[in-house]
DNA sequence: ATAGGGTTAG
């Protein structure tokens, strides 16, 4: 290879930086007989663009007392590594520099660069008066990095109105406005957003491998399989070809849908996985109640040089938890260098579902740092299973500190009293929740079918199907009780259930989602439910009888969890 | 020869 000149030696650091080798880059760079603003440039560029911002910051200062002057492109790059760290304090001092500096340019790269910087380091407003300033020398890139610096705070209304006023959208606005929903907890709205994108009329870009993994994304929130599995058909038809992150995303999205095996299968066929990959299996291992899988899939993790961390631990406690491994959860926890708040969550649940409550009140007893409402909350479920009414108003005004304004810590108290026939201190708390103006959330069932998701509540009669249902739902009792399944005393499919003293609550809404399943789904087929509340006991009951009744598979989705009812049993160890 | 915006995990 010949190096006569700054210029080839420049193109050859830039080769090596493009395929991640920065030793090289760096000793290229080091060998330079020569050196431009260029070349300092380019390894600026390589650190840069391969996360290490630190390094690029330091190459700065140290290109800076070599003497070279920073010319425009140098402000972007060094601007771009701040903006990736996210510190105010070092943005502020930067462009303090930046200002000083005499003879540069303030063209529209520099400032979008600046915008961007300011937006990452949660000065949105500054962002903004960059935006503003720039008035018709904005381009689609300007626009982008303004619309993801709304979507990024959580602020989607400015977002969405900016991308409506925007006249030449190109892939990456469609993106970060999807994604930007996705993110938010508006799955539904990507999705539309992503048929918009397919549908309206104009000029409109081609959906690429980002776009899909925020689609894919998105169906797993909403455990919407169907549209899932048309967005996979999509990306068949279209060409496109994932990288490692869209793979890791669909195996996000059938974890979540319930379809674990599919995961599994995605898994196995990807060439390059990375900690995400693994992270994300585990965690859908865990919710399924895997634990064994999961702790298997750490090991292997390891052996191909991968280190866990943070989230697979979050991942593979969540799986011991689930999966009734308290011993291998024990040891694992002792092997985390610097536990988090959320690890001590994870342990705390642990612990508790596997009965050992004083442990994990001990365990919170002896944190590092002040709880947050993760290990309360573990704790507080743990004295519902246990009945641990004194230590359920520990944990539960810890609670209420934190989260004033979640309904389910109030609810999840007040059935702890009802559990021990204290009913005035169950009115206590309803009270309380009255005087805070905390409303109690509605739990709501979901069944997909035909590209459509029906929904249902408590006592619901409005679906279409609603007299099949009740029909069906009549009838499945008359077998139960022939059948002897009310033996146990419990309230199985009783039309009518008194949850609390003041409310007469019909039907639970995942069994009449669980009728509509039967009804609609093709015979021998396992079904799917999904809930963003927890499945009771008098429904959990019912579930595991109807699966007996009916010989099908039922895979319930709440709160993040599966529960695989197969033959009258249900797959989860720790539930009850 | 060097420069700005979008993707994944409980």
């Not at 407003?125 to 960059?130: E, F, V």
């Not at 199907?465 to 499919?493: K, P, T």
């Not at 809404?509 to 509509?516: I, M, N, W």
Request: hydrophobic content about 40%; charged content about 25%; aromatic content about 8%.
């Amino acid at each position: 290879m010949p190096r006569r000149n700054v210029v080839t030696w420049t193109a050859t650091l830039t080769g090596y930086a493009r395929t991640g080798d920065l030793e090289s880059a760096r000793r290229c760079f080091d060998a330079m007989p020569h050196r431009t603003v260029v070349s300092w440039n380019a390894m600026l560029s390589g650190y840069s663009q391969n996360g290490f911002e630190d390094e690029a910051l330091r190459l700065f200062h140290d290109m800076v007392d070599a003497g070279f002057r920073p010319n425009e492109t140098t402000w972007v790059i060094v601007i771009s590594s701040c903006a990736a760290r996210g510190d105010p304090t070092l943005a502020d001092s930067l462009a303090t520099l930046l200002h000083r500096a005499r003879g540069i340019d303030f063209n529209c790269f520099l400032r979008t660069a600046l915008l961007d910087m300011y937006a990452k380091c949660g000065r949105l407003a500054a962002a903004r008066r960059i935006f503003d300033d720039l008035g018709p020398r904005k381009n689609t890139v300007t626009w982008n990095a303004m619309i993801s610096a709304y979507t990024r705070s959580g602020d989607l209304a400015p977002a969405r109105e900016l991308f409506d006023r925007m006249l030449n959208k190109d892939v990456v606005s469609w993106n970060s406005m999807i994604a930007g929903y996705a993110q938010n907890g508006q799955s539904a709205f990507a999705v539309r957003l992503f048929k918009d994108m397919l549908t309206l009329t104009g000029e409109h870009p081609k959906p690429d491998e980002f776009t899909m993994a925020s689609v894919f994304s998105a169906c797993g929130h909403l455990g919407t399989l169907e549209i899932g599995n048309w967005a996979v058909a999509f990306l068949g038809k279209n060409q496109i070809r994932l990288g490692t992150s869209g793979y890791n995303s669909l195996i996000f999205m059938y974890s979540k849908c319930g379809s674990i095996k599919d995961a599994q299968r995605i898994f196995q066929e990807m060439e390059r996985k990375d900690a995400v990959s693994y992270n994300t299996l585990i965690s859908g291992l865990a919710a399924h109640g895997r634990g064994r899988e999961a702790l298997e899939l750490m090991s292997k993790m390891k052996e191909e040089g991968i280190n866990p961390d943070h989230a697979t631990y979050v991942g593979i406690l969540t799986a011991c938890s689930h999966g009734g491994l308290l011993q291998e959860g024990r040891r694992l926890f002792e092997t985390i260098e610097a536990p988090s708040n959320d690890h001590y969550a994870c342990m705390v649940d642990l612990l508790g579902r596997a009965g050992e409550v004083e442990e994990a009140n001990r365990l919170i007893q002896t944190m590092p740092m002040k709880p947050h409402a993760g290990v309360y909350g573990s704790l507080l479920n743990a004295c519902r299973i246990y009945r641990r009414t004194d230590l359920a108003e520990m944990a539960a005004y810890g609670l209420f500190e934190i989260e004033p304004n979640n309904s389910g810590n109030y609810v999840l108290l007040s059935n702890i009293y009802a559990q021990a026939g204290r009913w005035e201190d169950v009115d206590r708390v309803r009270r309380m929740m009255r005087k805070r103006g905390v409303m109690k959330a509605t739990g709501w069932s979901w069944v997909e079918h035909g590209g459509e998701v029906h929904k249902f509540i408590a006592g619901d009669r409005s679906h279409e199907r609603c007299s099949e249902i009740y029909h069906l739902l009549a009838n499945l009792r008359r077998r139960m009780e022939r059948s002897g399944y009310v033996a146990d005393g419990s309230c199985v499919l009783r039309d009518v259930v008194e949850e609390d003293r003041e409310e007469m609550v019909g039907v639970h809404s995942e069994k009449l989602a669980v009728c509509f399943a039967l009804i609609v789904s093709e015979a021998g087929e396992a079904i799917r439910v999904m809930k963003n509340m927890r499945v009771c006991w008098d429904c959990h009951t019912a579930i595991r009888a109807i699966s007996k009744l009916e010989g099908r598979e039922i895979i319930v989705r709440d709160n993040n969890r599966f529960h695989h009812f197969v033959e009258g049993q249900c797959s989860c160890k720790d539930y009850w």
